[in-house]
């Protein structure tokens, strides 16, 4: 029997481009149900001013009850947890049952654990996880621990986003030539690691000059090749490039498609290792290629 399907993940969802909107906004919000990507973060935090947050949250509980958004997944970035806005964040999204809250400024532990149970406190349904911003010093020397609290459940940890600007002002990093990601590599492979570890999506940060695309595009490049699942996005114009860059390419489809037919074969059974089209090839190809080829199956689901 042929094993070029591969079986079924029914965790695997794509994240190659998920794009930041004001929860303020509800014009922004509205238009997020006709783009195409894969995910959409409602934002309480940065882009909504104090006196316009309880109004964001409402807009945002009633987008989230109302539907219309298809298969993409639905975040909000509350306020980090030790302000005065979070309890009242998480009080009004958790009944909505959003997929996620994205937790911002955690450098610890103990804030992924704080998060996880103040979700369930306030009545988010089982499926709503727990996403965080790496975005401190703090948070990078300690992300191994930070990334550990996923082997608990109650964490509903499963999804780092770096925070590459807030990390450069931190660092007094200096935007120079090949940008943030080419200066940052050594905090982005230390992150990916710890992501990695414990079988957590991790995400890109995003990209400030939204009309440069080719410098975009050149950075969801160096992300991808890292082993980044996608890219957070400031501007809808950037959502196709992240799509084409973190999407299996029809070569790697195909390759995919061979490798493991090959290991189909009667005479391969029970072989580590293979020759096809004059390289070797080794099961842990075959164990790639499979999860290749469910995600483009996942993403080719997404329409």
């Not at 639905?74 to 009080?91: E, K, S």
């Not at 704080?114 to 992300?143: C, F, N, Y």
Request: aromatic share 4%.
């Amino acid at each position: 029997m042929s094993s070029t399907v591969p079986p079924p993940e029914p965790t695997l969802r794509p994240r190659r481009s998920v794009l930041y909107m004001p929860g303020s906004n509800a014009r922004a919000m509205e238009k997020a149900k006709t783009l195409p990507a894969d995910a959409v973060v409602f934002d309480l935090e940065d882009a909504v001013a104090p006196e316009q947050k309880d109004h964001a949250r409402a807009q945002i509980r009633a987008a989230l009850e109302g539907g219309g958004y298809g298969g993409r997944e639905l975040v909000v970035r509350i306020n980090g947890l030790d302000t005065p806005w979070a309890q009242d964040d998480i009080a009004a999204i958790a009944p909505a049952g959003p997929h996620a809250i994205l937790v911002p400024k955690v450098d610890a532990p103990g804030q992924v654990m704080r998060a996880g149970q103040a979700l369930s406190e306030a009545g988010a349904p089982p499926e709503t996880k727990v996403w965080i911003m790496v975005e401190t010093p703090l948070a990078v020397l300690d992300i191994r621990n930070i990334a550990m609290t996923a082997v608990d459940p109650a964490s509903r940890l499963a999804v780092m986003v770096m925070g590459i600007n807030d990390i450069a002002k931190a660092t007094r990093a200096t935007i120079g030539r090949g940008g943030l990601q080419t200066l940052l590599q050594p905090v982005l492979l230390q992150c990916l690691l710890a992501a990695r570890a414990f079988d957590l999506d991790i995400l890109d940060g995003v990209y400030n000059d939204f009309a440069d695309l080719d410098g975009l595009r050149a950075e969801c490049a160096l992300a991808r090749d890292l082993g980044f699942d996608g890219k957070t996005l400031i501007h809808p114009s950037q959502i196709a490039a992240a799509n084409e860059i973190f999407a299996p390419a029809a070569a790697d489809v195909a390759q995919a498609q061979a490798i493991i037919a090959a290991f189909d074969l009667p005479e391969n059974a029970g072989k580590g290792a293979i020759s096809l089209d004059g390289r070797m090839v080794e099961r842990l190809h075959a164990d790639i290629a499979r999860r290749t080829l469910a995600m483009a199956a996942a993403i080719a689901r997404l329409g």
